[in-house]
């Protein structure tokens, strides 16, 4: 979830009193962009509001409706699902009276800026409050309902929105708040359903929710391995989506696959707009297929339970965000939408994202999928096609001519990382679909070394890869020069590799710079290579994101709020958590943004004293004042490396002698947990893009080396032959493929096996202010 902030320019605008609401359906999140609202307002000097129960509030007002929030009021809320200030529909807001008696009671309250959580028809009520506010005022004034001082002060009014959904279904952004937390529900559900289906060889069809917009069936195809998905963006004819989808179905079950997983969103409609029902999808399945077919409509299970870490982390920044926009807007700013686009929060024009979202929905009611399909982001088509090549992978013709098929080898390096296995998985069948032949080099280059280690990739045998944990193929920490380099070599050379994929983390970026390096002496490492990151560390030079590292966060971030509920219930305590990551913080940071640890060392700053007592100051004040309240447990995330002295037992030891009789303080070590069990949601989605990607770049960079394959006097240094050996990474907004030698000699610290530039940085500040730690600069 390595979500990085947007710059802040807000710190000298004048303050604010500053509302958030949260409306339309909920979604898990929402109840952390209202901490995070509240707190930075407060922080940046701002009064902050409650609006409660959507725009029913707003049009009901006073103190019960529209309430001052104090800082303590959202202490412990970040974990929780729903939203607690509630959020209602509500008839009279849509109608202008209703509208006219919310801005007089948002005037009564003093209310000047407000943040709307909420989908795009909250969005829009958001936005028309906005415009008409400058007329709402003047008829208020006109039938003296309020003062002329009133009416000059609240000349204007500061709107911003933060998208809360769990359908992701709002334009120019890449992410709802709420989404993947759902997301995360239903890969859960389905892999319950995946033992029984395979148990009885059942059938599942599982319906989940997106009226117009396909997201989470997609993702969830993607993240379950299901067999066939139906989303509204993309209906086949009423004549023929049974027959397609039987086709599929039928050859899985004729390679020996024993359970079949049918994902129908909601919406999902025939391209003659005829609703395609589950019931529907079952009996045909049944008809046709002779299988004992069940369905199973997953409903508000997806909106419940406690938000995801991605989520926490977008809803955290988001509302940072959102005040900071509020105080940047003066009369003549469009009202902004909080966004995300390729990890990075920024602001969009509001009604330009409620407009073209609209269009969405418009353009699948006029039967324009084309048209449906161009205004959904780059991603969303391109996980489609991504599902479509890996499902029919055992069956249709592949797309490549003969002599463009390769034989592509994949290996695993260091520590185990979730996403591994769903890598394999998307490499593999999506090589199937393109007509390579897959390979996988099985315990890593200590395997290769040791023994012939190399076994072809069978479709039946990594049938459920994509949502297993650990790595079915081994893993070593083994670099190609700590093993025999030379034998590594003649294997390549034996089965004749044209590509290689190495999937891990900072042993794998050393291992493809050591078989970079030996391109001279064997030609059989004259091949594309690529890395794909794979480390819960998040610490390979050349991206922002590692597979695995959201893994391992929602892994740590679980345990922590199971610490804190512990450490609430016997009041007063705090846990010091020993948290993993080698040298990098990262970990740590974002588990402690999105736990509201109340500090996080890390190896990058070490443990400073004067910070350490800081903290220990503010620990006793806040329990001093926060004696016989509820929620009260709270965290200290220690990075391992953070300090070698200032172990976690000595942090643990010191704060419970400097606590005195205010505060206990214990240890917590959840060591290896940390790896995960299952891969997320996340971490599988990324995997299967992030396999192709590099499968796609194996082809595209094979003709470029293929000429010096056998030269005499091949050039290691040759910058077009460096291009040929690359890292996956996600960098400056984008995927991108970085020559490791650059990476290597540039942007690597060797000794601390860490990128010599973090991006996690600002995070840590925000992190902080939202906690309240008051940070000693050395
Ligand atoms: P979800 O995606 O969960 O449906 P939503 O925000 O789109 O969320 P809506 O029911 O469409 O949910 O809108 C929530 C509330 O926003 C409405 O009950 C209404 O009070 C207000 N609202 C929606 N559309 C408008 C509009 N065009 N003008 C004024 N207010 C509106």
Known sequence: AGLEPAADSSSSKPKRNIAV?????????????VYAVVRTAIFKGCKAFAVKEGYEGLVRGGPQYITEMEWQDVRGILSEGGTNIGTARCMSFRERPGRVQACKNMIDAGIDALIVCGGDGSLTGADKLRSEWPSLIKELRDNNQITEEQYIKHKQLNICGIVGSIDNDMATTDA????????????????YIDATANSHSRAFVVEVMGRNCGWLALMAGIATSADYIFIPEKPSSSKDWQDQMCEIVATHRAHGKRKTIVIVAEGAITSDLKHISSKEVKDVLVERLNLDTRVT??????????????DRILASLQGVEAVKAVLDCD?????????????????????????????????????D???????????????????????????????LPLEKRRKIAIIHVGAPAGGMNSAVYAMATYCMSRGHKPYAIHNGFAGLARHESVRSIDWLSIENWMSIGGSEIGTNRSTPLDTDIGTIAHYFEKYQFDGLILVGGFEAFVSLKQLESARGMYPSFRIPMVLIPATISNNVPGTENSLGSDTCLNALVEYCDVLKQSASATRDRIFVVEVQGGNSGYIATYAALA????????PEEGIDLSQLEADIRSLKEAFVLEKGRTKTGKLILKSTNASHVLTTQVLADIMKIEG???????????????????????????????????????????????????????????????????????????????????????????????PKKIFWEETRYIADQLVGRTRISK
Do not use: W
Request: aromatic letters at 8%; one cysteine or more; hydrophobic letters at 40%.
């Open 331 to 367: 009369e003549n700013t469009p009202s902004p939408l909080i966004g995300l686009k390729e990890h990075k929060i920024v602001r969009r024009p509001l009604m330009e994202a409620v407009k073209i979202t609209k269009s969405v929905a418009d353009a699948i009611q006029t039967s």
């Open 660 to 754: 005195n009789n205010e505060f206990d303080a214990k240890t917590a070590v959840p060591g290896h947990v940390q790896q995960g069990g299952l891969p997320s949601a996340i971490d599988r989605t990324r995997a299967a893009r992030l396999a192709i990607k590099a499968v796609q770049f194996i082809e595209d960079a094979f003709p470029q080396i293929l000429e010096h394959k056998y030269a005499v006097d091949f050039d290691v240094e040759d910058p077009s032959l460096a291009k040929t050996a690359v890292v996956l990474g996600a960098k400056s907004s984008h995927l991108r493929f970085f020559p490791i030698g650059r990476l290597y000699e540039y942007e690597t610290e060797l000794t601390k096996r860490m």
């Open 21 to 33: 609401m949260t409306s339309g359906g909920d979604a898990p999140g929402m109840n952390a962009v």
């Open 369 to 399: 999928f084309e048209k449906a399909m161009a205004l959904r982001d780059s991603e969303f088509i391109e996980h489609l096609n991504n599902f479509m090549a890996m499902n029919t992978a055992d069956h249709k013709e592949p797309s």
């Open 297 to 310: 409509t997953l409903g508000h299970v997806q909106r419940g339970g406690t938000p995801v870490v991605f």
């Open 595 to 602: 736990t509201g640890a109340q500090g996080s060392y890390v």
């Open 176 to 191: 709802t708040v709420g989404a993947y937390s759902a997301l995360a529900r239903i890969c859960k559900a389905v892999d």
